[in-house]
Every structure is written in C-alpha cells, then in structure tokens.
C-alpha cells in the first residue's frame, strides 16, 4: 500500500518560515492536500491540489509537490500556526494521510 | 453553513457492533461523496472509507475491509458506518468528511469536517 512519510515534528520561531515534508513514491504524480489539527478540534483543510489555498487560510500557507516530495509552507509563522499538520494523497481508490507532523512555535 | 453532525459512538465489547451516523445540511448531500476518517486516541488520522455521492461505489481501508461497512441515504442527508467484529484497535475518534467530488477520484479533497464521535471497545 502507499505511504506518506512526514517528520514526526518541526520547531520554527515566531517570524520565521517554517517547512513541512511529505515523501511518497512519484507523489509529484498525484496531487496533495493538507490539514492542520489543532488539539480538541477537526482537522481543517489548508491547502489542497498541490497549491491552492481555501477562502480563509491566510495567504502565508504556501504549498509545492515535485518529484517525490510535497512541502507545506508557512511564512511569518505565528503562535496561532502550532498544530499538527497532516499531507493526503489519493492512491487505488483510497485516501493516504501522512503521519503527521507537530509544528511547535517557539 | 455546511454542517455535518455525528453520533452513535460509545463503549461497546470486543466483538460487538456498532453503527455511526452523520447528519448533513447547508449543501447538496445527494452531490459529494462522504468518507468516515478515524483517529485513535493521541495517533494521527487514518482514513476508513469513502462512498460516491450516488452510494453506487465504496472503498475501505485494508484494516476495516469485511468488517465495516458505509452507507447512505440521500432522502434523510445521513452517512453511516456500520462496525461489526469490533476489535480494541477500532478504539478512535470518528469523523465524517466531505469530499468535494461526487464520483471521488484523484482530484480528490476533504473540504468540511465533523466535530467526531468516540467509539470505545473495551470489555
């Protein structure tokens, strides 16, 4: 079965950019979308097809995929960015989510 | 506003059955495919099931298929999971999810999200 592999977590300061890997086998072939969750609440979509932001998430989400590697982008990353995110691709008619990466704002 | 609403989860004993439900409003139910996304307590989300917006295809994740099964029914707006053969494992938050597609596919995406219902097995 296909696998999404993320770093277990990643520490970014407040101001600086902060990026997020998602590996898969030829993933630059199929398209990624990513969510964050934050504790006690659902996850909300980020980005979606590689790199389209949803009305609502500000313009500091960023997101590529090439080759066999996608990243999630944040800029000017701020307190209220620390989640967990989480990359998605579609694969033989199932849904694949990455591990997850916790984003810790320090 | 699109809102998606679950309920059915408890504690049940290994073995046992259980069956979720997800009451859509604010779109179209009969146009989006819906999918049933897990996640055991302090683990990452894994995804379950996923059934066309017409109900006439389903998939399952490896680690459900034969023991759950997803379900609609456009008329009422409600998606269900039905479980059988519970194991400790199923132990999770359950969430229901929209897909922006109706026929799902690579362009696929998750655009709205419940709030979860917990399922608990343990004798």
């Known amino acids: 079965s296909y696998e999404l592999t993320q770093p277990p977590s990643v520490s970014v300061s407040p101001g600086q950019t902060a990026s997020i890997t998602c590996s898969g086998d030829e993933l630059g072939d199929k398209y990624v979308s990513w969510y964050l969750q934050k504790p006690g609440q659902s996850p909300v979509l980020v980005i979606y097809?590689?790199?389209k932001r949803p009305s609502g998430i500000p313009e500091r989400f960023s997101g590529s995929n090439s080759g066999n590697t996608a990243t999630l982008t944040i800029s000017g990353t701020q307190a209220m960015d620390e989640a967990d995110y989480y990359c998605q691709a579609w694969d033989s008619s199932t849904v694949v989510f990455g591990g997850g990466t916790k984003l810790t704002v320090l | 506003q699109v809102q998606l609403v679950e309920s059915g989860g408890g504690v049940v004993q290994p073995g046992r059955s259980l069956r979720l439900s997800c009451v859509a409003s604010g779109f179209t139910f009969s146009s989006h495919g819906m999918h049933w996304v897990r996640q055991a307590p302090g683990k990452g989300l894994e995804w379950v099931a996923v059934?066309?917006?017409?109900?006439?295809?389903?998939f399952y994740a490896d680690s459900v298929m034969g023991r759950f099964t997803i379900s609609r029914d456009n008329s009422k707006n409600t998606l269900f999971l039905h479980m059988n053969s519970l194991r400790a494992e199923d132990t999770a938050v359950y969430y229901c999810?929209?897909?922006?597609?109706?026929?799902?596919?690579?362009?696929?995406?998750?655009?709205?999200w419940g709030q979860g219902t917990l399922v608990t097995v343990s004798s």
């Open positions: 059934v066309w917006s017409d109900g006439g295809n389903k």
């Open positions: 999810a929209r897909d922006v597609l109706g026929v799902v596919g690579p362009n696929q995406l998750l655009d709205y």
């Open positions: 097809r590689d790199t």
